[in-house]
């Protein structure tokens, strides 16, 4: 699901894409479901956008 995020960005910047995504997980995943994605980043990092794991990282800050 988060790669659907991360495509519905394209033609958005860098940065505008890590901060629409970033404020959509916020917004609508809960703290249990950032943490279990968070859980299957760390097992697979390859099989995710970059631009969602920069807005993982902002999350974390």
Request: aromatic share 8%; proline share 5%; glycine share 6%.
């Amino acid at each position: 699901m988060a790669g659907q995020i991360a495509a519905n960005c394209a033609g958005l910047t860098e940065e505008q894409a890590v901060t629409r995504i970033s404020g959509h997980l916020h917004s609508f995943w809960t703290p249990v479901m950032i943490a279990e994605f968070g859980e299957f980043v760390r097992a697979y990092p390859d099989d995710v956008d970059p631009l969602v794991l920069c807005a993982l990282a902002r999350l974390d800050a």
